[in-house]
C-alpha cells in the first residue's frame, strides 16, 4: 500500500516535496516512479529510481527541477520539485514496478498511491 503526501499551492517559482510512504510488501525491491495528470489530460511520466538508487529517469519537463529520491530504510521514496510552473499542476501519484525498465507499462504496476494535488499559481 502506497500513501502519497506533501501536496499544496504554491506560487510559480517555489517549490514542494512529495512523499509516498509504502506499507507491507518489500519495498526495497520495486522501482519507484512518480506520475502525474492534469485535468483533461493523459496521465504523464515524471520521474523513476531503481530499487537501489543507481538508476533515475524524468520527464523531460523536469529535468533539472525535480528530483527523485529514496529512503529504502524508512520505505519511502521523494520527489523535491523546485521551480515549479503552472503547468506542473497535477495530481501527482506513485507507483511502484518491479522491473525499472517496465516504468512505462502501467501493467506491470504492482501498487498505486492515491495521488496529491499540486496546484502552482502564476
Known amino acids: 500500500q502506497l500513501q502519497a503526501c506533501g501536496g499544496g499551492l504554491v506560487q510559480a517559482g517555489g517549490s514542494l516535496r512529495l512523499s509516498c510512504a509504502a506499507s507491507?510488501?518489500?519495498?526495497?525491491?520495486?522501482?519507484m516512479c512518480w506520475f502525474r495528470q492534469a485535468p483533461g489530460k493523459e496521465r504523464e511520466f515524471v520521474a523513476a529510481?531503481?530499487?537501489?538508487?543507481?538508476?533515475?529517469y524524468y520527464g523531460d519537463s523536469m529535468k533539472g527541477r525535480f528530483t527523485i529520491s529514496r529512503d529504502n530504510a524508512k520505505n519511502t521514496v521523494y520527489l523535491q520539485m523546485n521551480n515549479l510552473k503552472p503547468e506542473d499542476t497535477a495530481v501527482y501519484y506513485c507507483?511502484?514496478?518491479?522491473?525499472?525498465?517496465?516504468?512505462?507499462?502501467?501493467?506491470?504496476?504492482?501498487?498505486w498511491g492515491q495521488g496529491t494535488q499540486v496546484t502552482v499559481s502564476s
Open positions: 529510481i531503481s530499487w537501489n538508487v543507481a538508476y533515475t
Open positions: 507491507g510488501g518489500t519495498f526495497s525491491s520495486y522501482a
Open positions: 507507483g511502484a514496478v518491479v522491473a525499472l525498465s517496465d516504468y512505462t507499462d502501467y501493467g506491470k504496476y504492482v501498487g
